[in-house]
């Protein structure tokens, strides 16, 4: 973290109001959905959550009901406060639960899959990861050959205007500051179209069940499970009411960072 105990006081002060402001339960309940949707049965079920950072969807997996959690995590540092936290809780059913991984090798690396093919995952989870890879392709490919039976697949995606068909492979490249405790392995990733993934998961191989969106964004945008040609429309009015009125309207307020 950037902020510790030693920290100035009108930073920790400003960092514990941030904290107190959080809602987890939107992200939380969108985790509980894709899960559902899968059928699974969780006890007896194993979750891999991908890209695990300090741990908290890790947690959530673990309050889903899973019988295991297998948390990967690239960054020495991030797997180290996982297992600091895993430590400190005093339910120890998490602990119980979690088996933590420093893995070496990035997520879109064709070798990454060796690890765990083995250890019958029936959830492969790669929650905000996606746009951080160099070789976002590959990542799905592995995912395919990690999991048993299903993937939760989270991400940031673009709503630049395009024909719907050219739109679907329309990726955004993003440079990441090395500054970020949160870029990627390589400092580049890509950002997706919002059709792109659905696209290139069936054509790894995977059947698409479910569309998913945080509910606070949902508001917004609650016709982003129809036609591309419809979503585009309906856009593009967004748009232009946007700019007539000289306000964000539907869709674009999920653009302002005061709306988060």
């Not at 673990?62 to 690239?74: L, M, N, T, Y």
């Not at 999920?254 to 988060?260: A, E, I």
Request: charged share 25%; with cysteine; net charge positive.
């Amino acid at each position: 973290t950037w902020c510790n105990s030693k920290s100035a006081p009108d930073l920790i002060a400003r960092l514990r109001a941030a904290h107190e402001r959080r809602d987890l339960r939107p992200w939380r309940n969108l985790i509980a959905q894709a899960v559902a949707q899968t059928g699974l049965d969780p006890s007896v079920s194993t979750a891999l959550d991908i890209s695990s950072a300090g741990g908290r969807n890790s947690f959530i997996l673990a309050d889903c009901g899973f019988r295991k959690v297998i948390a990967s995590e690239i960054r020495p540092k991030s797997h180290a406060q996982h297992k600091l936290i895993l430590d400190a809780i005093l339910d120890k059913k998490y602990a119980m639960i979690t088996e933590t991984v420093n893995d070496p090798v990035s997520a879109d690396d064709a070798c990454f899959p060796a690890r765990y093919e083995s250890a019958g995952v029936d959830l492969a989870c790669s929650f905000h990861l996606l746009y951080h890879l160099t070789n976002p392709a590959q990542h799905l490919i592995n995912l395919h050959a990690i999991t048993r039976r299903y993937a939760a697949i989270f991400t940031k995606t673009h709503h630049q205007y395009a024909a719907p068909k050219a739109g679907k492979r329309g990726w955004l490249p993003t440079i990441e500051s090395i500054d970020d405790v949160a870029n990627a392995a390589f400092g580049s990733g890509w950002t997706p179209d919002f059709w792109e993934v659905p696209r290139l998961a069936k054509q790894v191989g995977f059947d698409l069940r479910w569309i998913g969106y945080p509910a606070p964004f949902e508001v917004n945008f609650p016709y982003f499970r129809q036609s591309p040609i419809y979503v585009l429309g309906r856009r593009f009015l967004d748009d232009c009411a946007s700019l007539v009125l000289r306000k964000r309207v539907g869709y674009r307020r999920n653009l302002d960072s005061k709306y988060h």
